[in-house]
């Protein structure tokens, strides 16, 4: 089992900036992706962006490839710590949602995250992000 908290969404006005957290616990010996996918209001959830285990390989929906940034800690080169982030900057009202981090232990993630949901096998509970116009 694994164990991912999130942490860092709050209330911000259009242009700002937030970053958020997610810390993993329980079965983090093991190499896994990450991923950052968000739920607004009475709309599907979507991917956010994902990083590899090594942290060497990212990949980012369209729409947030120039504003976020997605990193890892990292021991070393090969080896990752169990926190993930999301650097979101010139935030916009549409970015509004509830994000979530997802873990992803399938190996071929170990190297090129996957972008589909389904692919993830645990999640945390969620962090409310508000971005005021």
């Known amino acids: 089992q694994v164990q991912l908290v999130e942490s860092g969404g709050g209330l911000v006005q259009a242009g700002g900036s937030l970053r958020l957290s997610c810390a993993a616990s329980?079965?983090?010996?093991?190499?896994?992706?990450m991923g950052w996918f968000r739920q607004a209001p009475g709309k599907e959830r979507e991917f956010v962006a994902a990083i590899s285990w090594s942290g060497i390989n990212t990949v980012y929906a369209d729409s947030q490839k120039d504003r976020f940034t997605i990193s890892r800690d990292t021991i070393s080169r090969y080896n990752a710590k169990n926190t993930m982030y999301l650097q979101m900057n010139s935030l916009k009202p549409e970015d509004t949602a509830i994000y979530y981090c997802?873990?992803?232990?399938?190996?071929?993630?170990?190297?090129?995250?996957?972008?589909?949901?389904?692919?993830?096998?645990?999640w945390g509970q969620g962090t409310q992000v508000t971005v005021s116009s």
């Open positions: 329980g079965r983090t010996f093991s190499k896994y992706a």
């Open positions: 997802a873990a992803d232990f399938s190996p071929s993630a170990a190297i090129v995250p996957s972008t589909k949901g389904y692919d993830y096998d645990y």
